[in-house]
């Protein structure tokens, strides 16, 4: 089982449509969680770190849930300026802070 | 606040050569990674610094890729010889970081990247 595990996708969808994105993670010492939005031949860039609360920032919402080693991703009213992949990240302690990225999703938004 | 920055942005060499990547992280990060990225799939830490020690360095092809950090400040990455399975985007990133894992919640800027080619 790898270590993150992310659906490829692609997610098709039209504008204006909720999307949902998971991201599980097999260690479960694992501390602190990441998404990054990475556009083609682009460097990933944080779009939200996700805490144990949850946290929203305008239509973008993570979620983490530890009992079931998950992290999520939702997209509401989903724009064509969204269309990129969405890469999880997720830190595993063990004396240091060891990230893994997901393979991550790939979300396409039509007109 | 400036970037992370890399050079050089592209690279073009032949099986066996050697090459070598540039990494200045943000002002003032102590941890520094090199990833390897290969079309359709996420990154891969082959090396993590904090200050100029390796923290990791697990996935690393050790028998021709090498990593340093001398002065905890800028890193290099070197590949020797290159095999045509290496071509891919080198990512370097960086993030506060100190050895007590007391910002291990702070997410990583990541440069632009350096595209190897191998023919």
Known sequence: RKEVEQDPGPF???EGATVAFNCTYSNSASQSFFWYR????????LLMSVYSSGNE????TAQLNRAS???S???RDSKLSDSATYLCVVNAAGGSYIPTFGRGTSLIVHP | ?????QSPRYKIIEKRQSVAFWCNPISGHATLYWYQQILGQGPKLLIQFQNNGVVDDSQLPKDRF???RLKGVDSTLKIQPAKLEDSAVYLCASSLGDDRGLFHNQPQHFGDGTRLSIL
């Open chain 1, 12 to 14: 098709n969808v039209p």
């Open chain 1, 38 to 45: 990475q556009d083609c031949r682009k460097e990933p860039k």
């Open chain 1, 57 to 60: 920032d305008g239509r973008f």
């Open chain 1, 69 to 71: 080693q998950y992290i």
């Open chain 1, 73 to 75: 991703l939702l997209i």
């Open chain 2, 1 to 5: 606040e400036a970037g992370v920055a």
């Open chain 2, 66 to 68: 090498s990593a340093e």
